[in-house]
T-cell receptor, first 115, second 116 residues
Framework: EAQVTQNPRYLITVTGKKLTVTCSQNMNHEYMSWYRQDPGLGLRQIYYSMNVEVTDKGDVPEGYKVSRKEKRNFPLILESPSPNQTSLYFC??????????????FGPGTRLTVL | AQTVTQSQPEMSVQEAETVTLSCTYDTSESDYYLFWYKQPPSRQMILVIRQEAYKQQNATENRFSVNFQKAAKSFSLKISDSQLGDAAMYFCAYRSARDSNYQLIWGAGTKLIIKP
C-alpha cells in the first residue's frame, strides 16, 4: 500500500530534550515536506526536500532541523524543543518533476506536546 | 505573496442536502494548482479534489465538484448528497506552478457539520 508513515503519532516531552519525528514514504517520491498545523493558521511549511541531500527552509524553520540521507526518509529534528513548538506535525511527499508533483500525500500526523 | 482565504469558519448542512464551501485566493500568477483537502477527526489530511488553473472545465470527483472562477480568484467546493462521513475540516490550498519548492499555501479551514 502506497503511504507516508510518521512516528511517533503522539509525543509528550519536556523543554530542551532533543527529539526526532520520523517520516518515511514508499512511493519513490522525490519531494518531501514538513508542515505544522496550529488552530486558525492552517498548515505552515517548516522544511522541504527536493531530493536526497537537498533540503531548504520553508516559512517557519526556526528551532527545527531535517536531513535527507535516503530518498524514502525525511526525519524532523527538534534539538531543544520549546513549548511554542507544541503542535500537530505532518509529513508529505509528492512525485517530483514528471511524476505528479502537483499532488502531495500526507502522513497521519504527529501530535507533539512540549511541557 | 500568495494568500488563501476561507471566510466560513464553520458550516452546517442537513444530511443528503448540498453545501458549498468558499475559498478565495490572491496571486499575480497565471499558472497554478488549487486543492481541497479534508481533515476528519482522525486528523489525516485527505485530498478531495484538485484543479489546474489552465483548465477551464471544473473538476469533479463523484459527489464533490468545484466552481473555479479564475478571474474572480474563487474556488468553491460543492458537496452534493451530504453524508455523515463528510463531517470534517476542509482546507483550500494553492500551489504555484513556478514555485520551485512546490509549497502549498493553505487557508485556515472550514469546519463542516452534518446534521442527521
Amino acid at each position: 500500500e502506497a503511504q507516508v508513515t510518521q512516528n511517533p503519532r503522539y509525543l509528550i516531552t519536556v523543554t530542551g530534550k532533543k527529539l526526532t519525528v520520523t517520516c518515511s514514504q514508499n512511493m519513490n517520491h522525490e519531494y518531501m515536506s514538513w508542515y505544522r498545523q496550529d488552530p486558525g493558521l492552517g498548515l505552515r511549511q517548516i522544511y522541504y526536500s527536493m531530493n536526497v541531500e537537498v533540503t531548504d527552509k520553508g516559512d517557519v524553520p526556526e528551532g527545527y532541523k531535517v536531513s535527507r540521507k535516503e530518498k524514502r526518509n525525511f526525519p524532523l529534528i527538534l534539538e531543544s524543543p520549546s513549548p511554542n513548538q507544541t503542535s500537530l506535525y505532518f509529513c508529505a511527499s509528492s512525485g517530483g518533476p514528471g511524476q505528479g508533483i502537483d499532488t502531495q500525500y500526507f502522513g497521519p500526523g504527529t501530535r507533539l506536546t512540549v511541557l | 505573496a500568495q494568500t488563501v482565504t476561507q471566510s466560513q469558519p464553520e458550516m452546517s448542512v442537513q444530511e443528503a442536502e448540498t453545501v458549498t464551501l468558499s475559498c478565495t485566493y490572491d496571486t499575480s500568477e497565471s499558472d497554478y494548482y488549487l486543492f481541497w483537502y479534508k481533515q476528519p477527526p482522525s486528523r489525516q489530511m485527505i485530498l478531495v479534489i484538485r484543479q489546474e488553473a489552465y483548465k477551464q472545465q471544473n473538476a469533479t470527483e463523484n459527489r464533490f465538484s468545484v466552481n473555479f472562477q479564475k478571474a474572480a480568484k474563487s474556488f468553491s467546493l460543492k458537496i452534493s448528497d451530504s453524508q455523515l462521513g463528510d463531517a470534517a475540516m476542509y482546507f483550500c490550498a494553492y500551489r504555484s506552478a513556478r514555485d520551485s519548492n512546490y509549497q502549498l499555501i493553505w487557508g485556515a479551514g472550514t469546519k463542516l457539520i452534518i446534521k442527521p
